[in-house]
Nanobody, 115 residues
Framework: QVQLVESGGGLVQAGGSLRLSCAAS????????MGWYRQAPGKQRDLVAR???????NYADSVKGRFTISRDNAKNTMYLQMNSLKPEDTAVYYC?????????WGQGTQVTVSS
C-alpha cells in the first residue's frame, strides 16, 4: 500500500518561508523520481518541482529561484523549501511520483500566503 503524507503547510505573509515534507512508504523511494504538485482553488493540479533518484532537479518557471526541492533517501522523505512566498503560491501542495503519479494521493498540505 502506497502512502504519501505531506506536512509543513501553514499561513504566512508574503515574503515568508515554509518547508514542506513528504513522507513516503510502500514504494522503493530511492529509485523513484518524485515531484511536488500544487492545486489552487478552481485550478488544475500542476507540477511545481521534481527530483530524480540521483538528485537532479527541475522547477516550474513560476517558482524557479525561490523554491528548492530535496530528498533524503535514508528517511524516505522529500522536502520543498519555499522562500519569498507570494500570494499566487497559495494552494494545496501534494507529493507523488513523476511523471506517472500513483492514484494514492495524500491529503496534501495547505499553504496560504497573505498579502
Amino acid at each position: 500500500q502506497v502512502q504519501l503524507v505531506e506536512s509543513g503547510g501553514g499561513l504566512v505573509q508574503a515574503g515568508g518561508s515554509l518547508r514542506l515534507s513528504c513522507a513516503a512508504s510502500g514504494i522503493t523511494f530511492r529509485l523513484m523520481t518524485m515531484g511536488w504538485y500544487r492545486q489552487a482553488p478552481g485550478k488544475q493540479r500542476d507540477l511545481v518541482a521534481r527530483i530524480t533518484s540521483g538528485g537532479i532537479t527541475n522547477y516550474a518557471d513560476s517558482v524557479k529561484g525561490r523554491f528548492t526541492i530535496s530528498r533524503d533517501n535514508a528517511k524516505n522523505t522529500m522536502y520543498l523549501q519555499m522562500n519569498s512566498l507570494k500570494p499566487e503560491d497559495t494552494a494545496v501542495y501534494y507529493c507523488n511520483l513523476f511523471p506517472r503519479p500513483f492514484d494514492s494521493w495524500g491529503q496534501g498540505t495547505q499553504v496560504t500566503v497573505s498579502s
